[in-house]
């Protein structure tokens, strides 16, 4: 029944109250709130009303408007109130310039104090912008105090002014809609503890407590698109109304010639705008003569379907059409592979409703989803808190302009310039009840530029990129190079240095160890060798074991090397993957994933590059292989977070994985695996900012630690973004699909920005960075990885450099060349160091500057 439905029909609903779903509504649609008396109103007209401020914030009163100014994390104020229960809803209008969601407490006179039973999460928007919040509570006994957390950072937010009304949710709702062609079945829910009587096309039903019923109401086709109202009408309640707009056309084929139509676009792209006499309500989108996508509605405003004037279009083909309803225009255009839609608006609109068609392969909502093969958006199984509804979430949690989804007809994208927009995605489509994929923008004045071709996901992410002008140029780099390297040492010297050596943060929980990640760069930035006790490797989150090699201890790096890659080979399955056991399997389908597998491919593939190990490249390879039949980043961070998770680090890997594998073997299909996986990583990069530092910052997963929290869309944690941009050094080599080095140099500079530039964690790189509050929080991790980073980007050798003439092959901490069977190696006058030559043979070399050497081995 589903498939045949697919087929041959698409639904629009509209409620009267549409939005950002509330906790636990999985349709998408906000309840239907029925708002009585006020009961109570601050509006600061002349002081702060009975507010005082609690902690972390003070308080003051400009111009009739409470301004709120949070000092720290947990900012909250209270009034003293008296209103009884049980149903109540809060209003307040108000503008925020910190992060965190907001949260309403009630104090009763049956429970003293503030608690968490008693209270109510909201998401706040963090842009500047005046907006109103409405909050439906349940109060048991009678309020005697209200507290108010502005969110969960410093910053400042100000209040218009805050009303309590009796009231409460809708106690029928109508839970979802389905439809055919005569049709419309919607399934109604009565959530009181009574029986609620309502009328509906005619009849009267009664719902009993808690029940739901299935009720039908006719969907004549009296056009290919039809919008039709569902109405509930309770005895005592207000209506309920959803508008539904029944596509009846055919998925395959071009339309009947009896149907009339403005046709936009005169090449292989056509938008097909019906247009009966009552005015246009929908488009289709084909190409190639075959129905990709459907326009349903054209246009929503005031979250109804509207209808547009076409009576003076042309009947032929034409590249631009314009249409005007009442308070708005629609221009739609077709050029190429792309449709433009530009719509004015005097009051809030949504369009274009894009509703692509057939079944999912991948989908991607930059910053908040990135959707494998029948994946389902705003699902709960990488975050399990009210956190995962992101339909239509805050457009600062959107990293980049794009919205996409791919199926057997080809790529569907949409991407726009104004990042002050709305964006709104669902697939399935739970807003509209049905089985296509869903995407529209929210504003005034919207532009909307729309691919459709036959591509990859991967190929509409490079496409978003170009289409916006290319990359963003940089920003602005808070000290030289030079100056950077000091103010790494100053991290090493102080916060993560102490007994027994340094930490890999700052915080004393972290272990003190001799690092060789540490010690390397301490090497490379001063010339010294530090003292140490017995090295232990790692330390950074890129490796680097060029101390080894200036301390007379290759050997014991070629037996730690030599013994991880045997434990990866041994751990390898026959089909050439990596299987994960843990508890972070809940939630994925299966135990395995592109990051799990390819850190380990990596690791393989780097040693067979070193040391041209036989057994470490055929294990590589094959992983590199099986890598193939992945399609989404994720996976590569099981410490904390689901197998599921798709995330920047397993983008990282890949690439890093797929250009050793590229330049030990020259095969170009690896080399379009690491392209394709470098772009699968552009979404968790920021190309777009309103704050000093956001540009090129780096969320890294679309997840939440343990699925719950701290839920990380939106929140930067740039070492991640550090590993994938060090990654795309070695691709920029190869490859100039993207400006890679612009991208990576983007990351670092970003990275650059939000690191402790004085005070007693000077140098190190904050975990965490806030985007709106624009404050740092830890753990705070040493600076060794970025100074990795840079060098890389200045191609400058970071650990350990690499020659290969296909004799011999060398690794040494300095830059090396082979020529005619001899090494020149650019060494450091009066340094003692070894280099490695075909895996096996050590040398120790003295330096006189210029050091050369004979590759062949010595006589026995």
Request: net charge positive.
């Amino acid at each position: 029944m589903l498939n045949r439905f697919r087929l041959s029909l698409c639904v629009v609903l509209a409620l009267c109250a549409v939005g950002p779903a509330p906790a636990g509504r999985a349709d998408g649609q906000k309840p239907v709130l029925v708002i009585g008396p006020l009961l109570h109103e601050w509006k600061f007209d002349s002081g702060v009303d009975g507010w005082q401020a609690l902690h972390d914030c003070g308080i003051s009163t400009v111009d009739g408007v409470m301004k709120i100014v949070s000092t720290g994390k947990d900012p909250y104020l209270s009034a003293p109130l008296k209103a009884a229960g049980p149903d109540a809803v809060i209003k307040l209008r108000a503008r925020s310039m910190a992060a965190g969601n907001g949260q309403f407490f009630w104090a009763t006179d049956r429970a003293g104090g503030f608690a968490e039973a008693s209270s109510k999460h909201f998401e706040m928007f963090h842009d500047g912008k005046w907006r109103e919040y409405t909050l439906p509570i349940r109060v048991d006994g009678t309020i005697t105090s209200l507290r108010f957390d502005p969110g969960a950072a410093a910053g400042t937010v100000e209040v218009d002014w805050i009303r309590l009304y009796r009231g409460g949710p809708h106690p029928l709702s109508i839970e979802r809609i389905e439809a055919n062609a005569d049709r419309i079945v919607l399934h109604v829910k009565n959530a009181s503890g009574g029986e609620i009587s309502f009328e509906h096309s005619g009849k009267t039903h009664s719902l009993g407590a808690g029940k739901t019923l299935a009720l039908t109401q006719e969907a004549k086709l009296e056009g290919e698109f039809v919008r039709h109202t569902v109405r509930l009408t309770p005895k005592h309640l207000p209506a309920i109304e959803r508008h539904v707009v029944v596509f009846g056309g055919k998925t395959v084929g071009l339309p009947p010639k009896t149907r009339r139509y403005v046709t936009i676009g005169k090449g292989e792209l056509t938008v097909r705008v019906a247009r009966p006499a009552s005015g246009a309500l929908g488009a289709r989108i084909e190409r190639g003569g075959k129905l990709v996508a459907v326009m349903a509605p054209i246009i929503r405003v005031n979250d109804e379907p509207r209808l547009l004037d076409c009576s003076d279009a042309p009947d032929a083909p034409v590249d631009s059409a314009l249409f005007s309803g009442s308070g708005h225009t629609v221009r739609i255009s077709v050029r190429g592979d792309e449709v433009t839609v530009d719509i004015m608006s005097d009051s809030e609109a949504e369009g274009p409703v894009v509703r692509v068609l057939g079944s999912l392969a991948q989908g991607l909502f930059a910053g908040l989803e990135y959707l494998g093969k029948g994946e389902k958006s705003s699902s709960k199984l990488d975050i399990e808190t009210d956190d995962h509804m992101r339909i239509a979430p805050d457009p600062m949690l959107v990293t980049m302009p794009l919205m996409a989804c791919v199926t057997e007809h080809g790529a569907v994208a949409m991407t726009w310039k104004d990042m002050t927009l709305g964006p709104v995605y669902a697939s399935p489509n739970v807003l509209d009840g049905t089985a296509d994929h869903r995407m529209s923008l929210r504003g005034k004045k919207i532009t909307a530029t729309i691919l459709v071709k036959s591509a990859t996901l991967e190929d509409t992410i490079a496409w978003a990129v170009k289409r916006g002008g290319g990359l963003p140029p940089l920003p602005k780099s808070p000290r030289d190079d030079k100056a950077q390297l000091e103010l790494a040492m100053r991290s090493i010297n102080g916060p993560i240095s102490g007994e027994g050596g340094w930490g890999h943060c700052a915080e004393a929980r972290w272990k003190r160890q001799y690092f060789a990640d540490i010690a390397s760069t301490i090497w490379r930035i001063t010339g010294r060798v530090p003292k140490t006790g017995p090295l232990v490797a790692g330390g950074a989150h890129v490796r680097n074991d060029a101390i080894f090699f200036v301390t007379g201890q290759a050997e014991r790096w070629l037996a730690i090397r030599s013994g991880e890659v045997r434990r990866i080979i041994a751990s390898q399955q026959a089909d050439g993957s990596f299987r994960y056991a843990g508890k972070y399997l809940k939630g994925h389908f299966e135990d395995t994933s592109s990051g799990h597998c390819a850190r380990s491919a990596a690791s393989l593939l780097q040693w067979a590059r070193f040391t041209g190990d036989a057994e470490a490249r055929r294990a590589g390879l094959k992983a590199l292989e099986f890598m193939k039949r992945f399609c989404t980043p994720r996976g590569a961070q099981t410490w904390e977070l689901s197998l599921h998770t798709p995330d920047v680090l397993a983008s990282a890997y890949l690439v890093q994985a797929y250009v050793l594998g590229y330049e030990l073997t020259g095969r170009n299909d690896y080399l379009a695996e690491a392209r394709r996986w470098a772009l699968s990583g552009v979404p968790f990069v920021y190309l777009w900012s309103n704050r000093p530092t956001m540009l090129y910052a780096s969320p890294p997963v679309y997840g939440a630690t343990n699925f719950r929290a701290p839920l990380w869309i939106g929140l930067p944690v740039q070492w991640c973004g550090g590993v994938y941009a060090y990654a795309l050094v070695g691709l920029a080599r190869h490859d100039k699909t993207l400006d890679w080095m612009r991208l990576a140099r983007g990351i670092y500079i970003a990275a650059q920005q939000m690191q402790y530039p004085d005070g007693p964690l000077a140098g190190c790189l904050p975990d965490i960075f806030q985007l709106p509050s624009q404050h740092r929080a830890g753990p705070s991790i040493n600076p060794c990885a970025l100074a990795s980073l840079q060098w890389a980007l200045a191609g400058q050798v970071d650990s350990l450099a690499i020659a290969d003439d296909g004799k011999h092959r060398i690794v040494a901490p300095l830059p090396v060349t082979i020529t005619n069977g001899r090494a020149s190696i650019e060494g450091r006058k009066g340094l003692t160091y070894q280099i490695v030559i075909d895996g096996r043979r050590i040398v120790t070399v003295k330096s006189r500057g210029i050091d050369e050497l004979d590759l062949a081995p010595p006589a026995k």
